[in-house]
């Protein structure tokens, strides 16, 4: 069973693990099957949910959301916290005047992008809602006065970033009343920059935890066949014999896990006993030489 953490000091609870539906539209799933895996990841303590306006071609949200309308239990929604993102714009049969992939974070596409989610989601009120991606042309008092009035509306609860530098995220934290609570990061044994960037040390010094995506590194540890890969795999199948893991899932997110700003990995698999796996990985515990000899294999190198 997962426990819940405070991901930030004024930021709401989130489960240590959270269950990712951006392939939800690839689960092939019914929408009583949907409803169905929702309600089994939730009795394992898995209650945050991740999401994004742009998530299967804009899709995803509203499979989500056509599965909790099915919910007879009125207090399934107040058993989640639902997270989603907003800012990139796609090039998509629904969008057939846009000439390129852009991201946009003026005040009148956050709203529109919010009022767009809380109806696929059939929902009434965001958790937490996170800028996606990193924009050049972002104003962060305009941002600022946008989250101050979804607040006041009560369409979100609490607001966060993904994919932002350090330097970005002061900027856009100087304007604000409330704080960030979170920066969502890709973390895996293939990727982790974040934690040589200073990322997630400024993290750690705010005391937020940061979100967790692409931990298996979307399948390349496990199939890859560049030397960085076959090096990382060969030495997480010995490190699962020695911790006595399932699979090197495991492994990997404890190893995600090890890292003192206290990451909460992404699962983003819609296989209920691969996300059983991810909480059993819980009980995994890696030493520090154990770690390290993940990053040795990963850079190629020896520590300095």
């Not at 937490?128 to 006041?152: P, S």
Request: net charge negative; hydrophobic share 40%.
């Amino acid at each position: 069973m997962i426990s819940k953490t405070t991901i930030a000091p004024q930021g709401p609870q989130f489960s240590e693990l959270v269950q990712g539906y951006w392939r939800l539209g690839d689960w092939g799933m019914t929408p009583q099957e949907r409803l169905r895996f929702l309600k089994q990841h939730i009795e394992l303590g898995i209650t945050t949910v991740d999401h994004a306006d742009i998530y299967g071609g804009y899709q995803c949200e509203t499979l989500f959301g056509e599965a909790l309308a099915l919910a007879l239990e009125p207090s399934l929604r107040d058993s989640m916290e639902i997270v989603t993102k907003c800012d990139i714009n796609l090039c998509t049969p629904d969008f057939p005047n846009r000439k390129i992939n852009h991201y946009d974070t003026s005040k009148a596409h956050i709203l529109n992008s919010v009022n767009n989610s809380l109806t696929r989601l059939n929902i009434t009120e965001i958790d937490v809602l996170l800028i996606h991606r990193l924009d050049v042309l972002m104003n962060a008092d305009e941002v600022a006065d946008t989250f101050n009035q979804l607040q006041k509306e009560g369409k979100v609860k609490h607001f966060g970033v993904s994919n932002f530098t350090p330097s970005h995220f002061d900027l856009l934290q100087s304007r604000l009343d409330k704080p960030l609570v979170t920066n969502q990061v890709e973390i895996n044994p293939l990727n982790f920059e974040v934690a040589h960037d200073g990322t997630l040390d400024q993290l750690q010094m705010n005391r937020i935890k940061p979100m967790a995506w692409s931990c298996l590194a979307g399948g390349e540890i496990f199939f890859g066949q560049s030397e960085q890969a076959i090096r990382v795999r060969n030495v997480l199948e010995e490190l699962k014999e020695e911790v006595g893991a399932q699979s090197i899932d495991q492994v990997i997110y404890a190893w995600v896990r090890k890292l003192p700003s206290s990451p909460l990995p992404i699962i983003g698999s819609g296989n209920i006993e691969r996300v059983k796996a991810a909480v059993d990985a819980m009980n995994i515990e890696l030493t520090r030489e154990q770690w390290y000899r993940v990053w040795v294999e990963s850079k190629g190198h020896g520590v300095p």
